[in-house]
């Protein structure tokens, strides 16, 4: 009898197996391993790390001690990798300087592998410099700070005036001279008439009112009041898996603790939509200047409005994409009729910065620069031989559109410092004006300056520039 109906339920055993490798073949399929000749690294998701502490299987003050016990040997990690990808001395131009007066820091700083040069880069292929390894370093994708952990990492110029910003496992790994301006200017579209309107402060819950009061109407002032409000996130929250020291003041992060002022401190984060950790990209605070002519949103995501943005901002890049924890931290769903919209109104408002060098339709006013100046010979070269312009549309210089650069042309799938730097695949143009003021570039920072920018599309694009040309192209990038 027993051994009856051993038979028949192998019998069924058989037959549902065989039908499930029918109709869902994939599934007993193994992954395709990604191309290159790194293996992947351990994979441990920032949700896997704080599972246990959420459970109270894993002690805060454990995770405090190891945190920083290891803390050195990861910055001194990172501080490698970057000695090794860039040129880090501070070349700042005094007479090129941001709104506010910080200088502007010259030249590429992406180091070149020995024995090349630009021009000698410039001239091989894409193939030949792949298989021979001479990619820049500084050109191949950014791990985070620290990478198996991620999360927001904010600037140690903003922690000086917020304490609270401190984490105790890692620090912000670029140096100062090449993040924007601190705190940096303001401007909005509806009071163009008072150019910088942020009386040269860091504006946060405590002076908003005095600040914005008589310029912004009170719904747009609601909306100010939740964009410098802090709530809940993963690494800054109250509860025992966070990332601060104290639980005390730790109410979460404001959004404009990262868009400072309506810009960007630089701070940074990992891309939350992407499994596993070690696929997760970096991301450089992009700047909310200009948002009103945007119509996609997020580097990678390309949400369609500035309201859908703003719900899926705390609602899942707060919180890694991890639903569980965020539930946990007490996530604060945001109600779009009276608070969304209200945010992302004044959002709408922030305005480039000033460019008195371009005309109405957004190119540079002949009237104001030579023909033969190194302005003008960039202008031609942008929308001519250099070909920026076929994505880097006048007046604002984005097509609101995305593209795949396919930089993974240059490099071999290769694991750096827990990030495997593979095919990026498809990310939005950001727009060119105010470019000058929101260094480093990239969707993860990867470039530290506009001559950066100039050599990597130089190779990306094929476009064998000389010297000349190049240093034109970025004094023109430098007015928009
Ligand atoms: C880590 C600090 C950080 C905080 C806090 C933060 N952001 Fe962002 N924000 C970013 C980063 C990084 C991006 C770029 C995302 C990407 O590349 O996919 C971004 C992108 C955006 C964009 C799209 C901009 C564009 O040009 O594509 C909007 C809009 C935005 N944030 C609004 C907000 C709002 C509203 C809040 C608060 C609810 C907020 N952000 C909080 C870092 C932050
Ligand atoms: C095929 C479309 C395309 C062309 C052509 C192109 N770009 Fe871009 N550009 C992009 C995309 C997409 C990004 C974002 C890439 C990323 O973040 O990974 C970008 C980013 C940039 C950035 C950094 C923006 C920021 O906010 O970080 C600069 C500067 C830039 N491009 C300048 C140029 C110049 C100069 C040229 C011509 C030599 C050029 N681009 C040609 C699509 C293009």
Redesign the pocket.
């Known amino acids: 009898m027993q051994a009856d109906y051993a038979k028949r339920w192998s019998l069924w055993f058989a037959v549902i197996a065989g039908l499930v490798f029918c109709v869902f073949p994939s599934l007993t399929r193994s992954q395709p391993k990604p191309a290159g000749d790194t293996p992947p690294a351990p994979d441990i998701s920032s949700y896997d790390q704080i599972a246990p502490v959420l459970l109270g299987k894993v002690k805060f003050q454990d995770v405090l001690a190891k945190d920083k016990a290891d803390k050195d040997a990861v910055m001194a990690r990172q501080t490698q990798l970057l000695q090794e990808r860039y040129n880090l001395t501070p070349r700042p131009d005094p007479k090129l300087t941001m709104t506010r007066g910080k200088p502007i820091q010259v030249g590429p700083t992406a180091r070149l592998p020995e024995g090349t040069t630009w021009e000698k880069l410039a001239a091989m292929s894409s193939d030949e410099i792949r298989d021979k390894g001479l990619f820049p370093k500084g050109f191949l994708p950014l791990p985070h700070p620290k990478q198996e952990t991620g999360g927001?990492v904010f600037p140690q110029v903003e922690i000086k005036q917020l304490p609270r910003l401190q984490r105790f496992d890692v620090d912000f790994d670029l140096p100062e001279q090449f993040l924007p301006e601190f705190p940096p200017a303001m401007f909005l579209t509806s009071r163009s008439d008072l150019g910088d309107v942020s009386q040269g402060k860091l504006i946060t819950i405590e002076n908003f009112q005095a600040i914005l009061g008589g310029i912004l109407n009170s719904k747009d002032l609601e909306g100010f009041r939740l964009?410098v409000t802090q709530f809940p996130q993963q690494q800054f929250n109250a509860t025992a898996d966070r990332k601060t020291e104290q639980a005390a003041g730790m109410q979460g992060?404001?959004?404009f603790?990262?868009?400072v002022n309506g810009h960007t401190s630089g701070?940074t984060?990992l891309?939350g939509d992407i499994r596993p950790q070690s696929h997760r990209r970096r991301?450089?605070?992009?700047s909310?200047r200009g948002?009103n002519i945007?119509r996609?949103?997020?580097?990678?995501?390309a949400l369609k409005t500035?309201e859908d943005?703003?719900e899926f901002?705390?609602r899942a890049?707060y919180f890694d994409g991890d639903q569980v924890s965020a539930s946990a931290k007490g996530i604060n769903p945001l109600e779009r009729g009276s608070q969304v919209h209200f945010?992302a109104e004044v959002?709408d408002l922030l305005d480039f910065p000033p460019a008195p060098g371009l005309g109405v339709d957004g190119k540079l006013d002949p009237k104001k620069f030579a023909a033969d100046s190194p302005e003008m010979r960039g202008q031609a070269l942008f929308f001519g031989k250099a070909q920026c312009a076929t994505c880097h549309t006048a007046p604002f210089y984005t097509d609101n559109l995305m593209h795949d650069l396919k930089v993974d042309r240059f490099y071999k799938t290769q694991t750096i410092n827990g990030l495997v730097a593979t095919a990026q695949g498809p990310i939005?143009t950001f727009a060119l004006r105010g470019i000058k003021e929101s260094p480093p570039y990239f969707?993860d920072g990867r470039l530290l300056t506009l001559e950066d920018t100039v050599e990597f599309f130089n190779l990306i694009l094929e476009l064998k520039l000389d010297a000349q040309e190049k240093s034109a192209l970025v004094a023109f990038m430098r007015q928009l």
């Open positions: 927001m964009l992060v404001a959004c603790d990262c868009h701070a984060h891309v991301i450089d605070t992009t909310l948002v945007q996609l949103f997020g580097s990678q995501r500035v943005f703003t901002e705390q890049a945010m959002q939005k969707h």
